[in-house]
C-alpha cells in the first residue's frame, strides 16, 4: 500500500512570500501531523489534523497554518516567509483511535531566500 | 515541561561491538516512548515502541521509570545500523516530542 506522500518534495521561496505544501496520506488513515526538522532545533511539532479537525497546536506562530479535507488529505500553508522559515517539513499519517503508530512522508524540503 | 533528552549527538562503534544509544525523558504521568530511525535518503520510520517490548534488527530498548530512561541497545553492531536515531515521548492523543537525533555510524 502506498506510503505518506508530500508534494511537492523541494520548493525554493523568497522572504515575504507564502507557500502551501501538501500531504496525502496512507489510505484508512485519519490522522495527520506535521512537523519542522531543522539543524538546530531538531524535530518540532507543528499541528495535528483529525477528521478535518486541529487537535493540537505546537508553539509556533500564527503564520502558520493548515487544513484538513473530507479524503484526509492535508495542506499546511506559511504566510510572509522567513529565512528562518527554512526546514524540512514533514508529515505523518495515523490510522486513529488507539492506534499511535506514525508514518512518515518524504518532506518537503523549503528553502527561503 | 515533556522533554527528550539524547546526549549524544554523534556515536561511532566497530562492527561487531556492542551499541547503546541514550535517552533521558521528563514526563509527567506515564510515559509512552519510541525510537525512530532514519536511514540516509529515507523517511524517518518507527524502529520500536515501549509497550511491544519486542526486538527489532537486534535492537532493544526498556523503560526505566526510575531513572526516566529509555536507551537503545543492540548487542553486536552491523554496517547497516549507520543512520540518525530519534527518541520520541508521545504528548496527548498524537504529538510527539522529539529529542535532538543521535547520529550513528558503524566502522568496518
Known amino acids: 500500500k502506498a506510503g505518506v506522500t508530500q508534494t511537492p518534495r523541494y520548493l525554493i521561496k523568497t522572504r515575504g512570500q507564502q507557500v502551501t505544501l501538501s500531504c496525502s496520506p496512507i489510505s484508512g488513515h485519519r490522522s495527520v501531523s506535521w512537523y519542522q526538522q531543522t539543524p538546530g532545533q531538531g524535530l518540532q511539532f507543528l499541528f495535528e489534523y483529525f477528521s478535518e479537525t486541529q487537535r493540537n497546536k505546537g508553539n509556533f506562530p500564527g503564520r502558520f497554518s493548515g487544513r484538513q479535507f473530507s479524503n484526509s488529505r492535508s495542506e499546511m500553508n506559511v504566510s510572509t516567509l522567513e529565512l528562518g522559515d527554512s526546514a524540512l517539513y514533514l508529515c505523518a499519517s495515523r490510522r486513529g483511535g488507539q492506534v499511535t503508530e506514525a508514518f512518515f512522508g518524504q518532506g518537503t524540503r523549503l528553502t527561503v531566500v | 515541561a515533556q522533554r527528550v533528552t539524547q546526549p549524544e549527538k554523534l556515536l561511532s562503534v566497530f562492527k561487531g561491538a556492542p551499541v547503546e544509544l541514550k535517552c533521558n525523558y521528563s514526563?509527567?504521568?506515564?510515559?509512552?516512548l519510541f525510537w525512530y530511525v532514519q536511514y540516509s535518503r529515507q523517511r524517518l520510520q518507527l524502529l520500536l515502541r515501549?509497550?511491544s517490548r519486542e526486538s527489532i534488527k537486534g535492537f532493544t530498548a526498556d523503560l526505566n521509570k526510575g531513572e526516566t530512561s529509555f536507551h537503545l541497545k543492540k548487542p553486536f553492531a552491523q554496517e547497516e545500523d549507520s543512520a540518525m536515531y530519534y527518541c520520541?515521548?508521545?504528548?496527548?492523543?498524537?504529538?510527539?516530542?522529539f529529542g535532538q537525533g543521535t547520529r550513528l555510524t558503524i566502522n568496518p
Open positions: 514526563y509527567s504521568g506515564s510515559p509512552e
Open positions: 520520541a515521548l508521545r504528548q496527548g492523543a498524537q504529538k510527539l516530542v
Open positions: 515501549h509497550i
